[in-house]
């Protein structure tokens, strides 16, 4: 069984930093992508920002250069830092991993999603 675990969001004021963490938990071969998504009420979810085993980064053209997604593979984390926040960065924000486990191939796990409210 294989589980994400997010943390870190909550409420910040516009221009201001929060750092979203993703612990990837359970019978685990290996870790291959990591990203972190957003979803807005009644929109699709969007890839927010991506990195590959080795280190390799992708990100949404919006938050390029205020965003900054890392890694710590000995501990299976995910991190989201997010500078220079704006109003529109509102949502809830999903963990998402693509992981090999001892007893199954590779799938896709989502972790439950952790709100991000920039507001004065």
């Known amino acids: 069984q294989v589980q994400l675990v997010e943390s870190g969001g909550g409420l910040v004021q516009p221009g201001g930093s929060l750092r979203l963490s993703c612990a990837a938990s359970?019978?685990?071969?290996?870790?291959?992508?990591m990203g972190w998504y957003r979803q807005a009420p009644g929109k699709e979810r969007v890839l927010v920002a991506i990195?590959?085993?080795?280190?390799?980064?992708n990100y949404l053209h919006s938050v390029k250069g205020r965003f900054t997604i890392s890694r710590d593979n000995a501990e299976n984390t995910v991190y989201l830092q997010m500078n220079s926040l704006k109003p529109e960065d509102t949502t809830v924000y999903y963990c998402n991993a693509a992981i090999e486990s001892w007893s199954v191939a590779e799938m896709d796990y989502w972790g439950k999603g952790t709100l991000v409210t920039v507001s004065s």
């Open positions: 990195i590959n085993s080795g280190g390799s980064t």
């Open positions: 359970g019978s685990i071969f290996r870790v291959n992508y």
